[in-house]
C-alpha cells in the first residue's frame, strides 16, 4: 500500500538524483526497503511523506557517497531520457534537453541544484542532508546553476 501510494513521487527524485533510469529504480527499491524498516522511528511529528522524502535523499546521497569512494569517477551516466521521443515538440525538445543537461552535471552539483531548485529545500537544509556547510551548499548551487548554464550553451 506504501509502495503504490509514493512510488511515483520517490522514483522521479531518484532519477533526478542519480541522472540513470537504472539506478534509480535501484535507489527506490532501496529507499522503500529503508523505510519498512525504519518505520517504526516515524513520530507523526510531519507527514509521512515529509518523513519518506528525507529518508529518500539520505538513501541516495549515501548511496552516491559510497559510489564515489568504490570508484574515483566513473564515465558519464547513461542518458535519463534516451526512450524519451520527441516528435517535434518544442517544449518537449527543451524539457529533454534540459534533463540531460541536468544529467551531466557532477553529482554533488547536481543533488544541490534538484534539492534546491526543484525541490525547495533551505541552504541548512541541504547542508544537514549532505554533511555540509551552508556556505559549501550555496557554492555548489552557484557551480550547478554556471555549468547547467554551460550544458545548455552546447
Known sequence: MIYKQY???I???ALRMSGDRVRAEELTQDIFVRAWEKIGLFRGESSFYTWLY???????L???RSRKRRSRREPA????VENFAAAGDDSLDARIDLERAI???????RSVLLLHDLEG???REIARLTGTTVGACKAQLHRARRLLRGELER
Open 7 to 9: 512510488v511515483n513521487r
Open 121 to 123: 529545500l533551505t541552504h
Open 77 to 80: 551516466c547513461s542518458d535519463p
Open 11 to 13: 522514483y522521479p527524485l
Open 54 to 60: 528525507r529518508l529518500a535523499v539520505n538513501v541516495i
Open 62 to 64: 549515501q548511496s552516491e
Open 103 to 109: 544529467s551531466r552535471l557532477p553529482a554533488g552539483a
